[in-house]
């Protein structure tokens, strides 16, 4: 099987502007979990989605949105770019069952290789 | 708050086991202990996981110790390519929709 997917791997934008990330889970997983990873903060939840619906979310601001589309592809997008924005951001796709917590399903996450974003 | 205590660094000579161990004294009955690698500025790879027996892929084994307050992963015979950060981190069964909470991880040098 593929692995997860990020596009673009790179991207250099100016301060004010706003960024779409693009995510392809692996073939058959429904959820899609985004991370931004700084030398300062480490690694963040930003939030999850499953089956098109976001059903958890990390400490963000509202700057901070995602989506998630039929076939599980997922997207996030940064508005009003700041030079802390600058870092990498990481999808992870788990092939999650609906029950939630407490369900027997260990969700197992699995990372793709992240899109390296430079604020100027 | 971080569930887990792990040292900082390790070092480990090529071709040796090594062995991370981690803290989560607080660790719930249905909690899964997982364990992630980070090559430098690469995504998270998936190693292993295990809720109270003892586990082995073909990456690396898991000990987790009969009353489940601590484990060690361990790589049979590291390599160069072992070099990265090591995430231990628990996680309920089924929480699909939580973020995993990473620490800061032990910083394994694999020496040669």
């Known amino acids: 099987k593929a692995g997860v997917t990020q596009t673009p791997r790179y991207l250099i934008k100016t301060r004010g502007q706003q960024v779409t990330l693009s995510c392809s889970p692996i073939?058959?997983?429904?959820?899609v979990s985004w991370y931004q990873q700084t030398p300062g903060q480490g690694l963040q939840f930003l939030f999850e989605y499953f089956s098109e619906t976001q059903r958890n979310k990390g400490n963000f601001p509202g700057r901070f949105s995602g989506r998630q589309f039929s076939n599980s592809r997922s997207e996030m997008n940064v508005s009003t770019l700041e030079l802390g924005d600058s870092a990498l951001y990481l999808c992870?796709?788990?092939?999650?069952?609906?029950?939630?917590?407490?369900?027997?399903?260990?969700?197992?996450?699995?990372f793709g290789p992240g899109t390296r974003l430079t604020v100027l | 708050d971080a569930k887990t205590t792990q040292p900082p660094s390790m070092d480990c000579a090529e071709g040796r086991a090594a062995n991370l161990p981690c803290n989560h004294s607080?660790?719930?009955?249905?909690?899964?202990v997982y364990w992630y690698r980070q090559i430098h500025s690469q995504g998270p790879q998936y190693i292993i996981h295990g809720l109270k027996n003892n586990e082995t892929n073909e990456m690396a084994s898991l000990i987790i110790t009969e009353d489940r307050k601590s484990s060690t992963l361990i790589l049979p015979h590291a390599t160069l390519r072992d070099t990265a950060v090591y995430y231990c981190?628990?996680?309920?069964?089924?929480?699909?929709?939580?973020?995993?909470?990473f620490g800061k991880g032990t910083h394994l040098i694999i020496q040669p």
């Open positions: 607080t660790i719930s009955g249905n909690e899964y």
């Open positions: 981190i628990v996680r309920v069964a089924g929480g699909g929709a939580d973020g995993l909470t």
């Open positions: 992870a796709s788990s092939f999650t069952l609906a029950g939630g917590a407490g369900s027997t399903s260990t969700d197992t996450q699995y």
């Open positions: 073939s058959g997983h429904r959820s």
